[in-house]
């Protein structure tokens, strides 16, 4: 269990595992009233949550699977990166990608976040790499099935 800092300027509680298994935590939209997204169109809604992660980890902000099954609403740089050395308020880029206006009331969950931990790394530069079995085969080089 990671311990993190936070402010929370939002209203109810603090987001929250739903379930024991749970790897995300539902992100509430912190407005005092209801924004709607026009079709093909994005905005950035705040959250109220401020964040300090310990070094090594990052939030990833990441998509709703119901808001986008059954509603076309999506995180547009899914998933968001906040750096562990950001303070400020988590926004959400959420962009429309249906057809119809969708409707953003105050409190509703709009993303996920998830912690992770994360490396850094030093590259070292070679003159060729080592083999694989893969080699440089691109997009769809592994078969369909």
Known sequence: MVEIPVLF???GELPHYATPLSAGM?????IEAPIT???????IIPTGLSIALPEGYEAQVRPRSGLAAKHGISVLNA??????????DIGVILVNLSQEDFTIAPQDRIAQL??????????QIMEALPDSERGSGGFGSTGKK
Not at 79 to 88: L, V
Not at 114 to 123: D, F, G, K, T
């Open 9 to 11: 300027s939002g209203k």
């Open 26 to 30: 539902d992100l509430r939209a912190h």
């Open 37 to 43: 997204l026009k079709t093909m169109e994005r905005k």
């Open 79 to 88: 998933p968001g990166t906040i750096d562990a050395d950001y303070r400020g």
């Open 114 to 123: 998830v912690i992770a931990q994360y490396s850094q790394v030093e590259w």
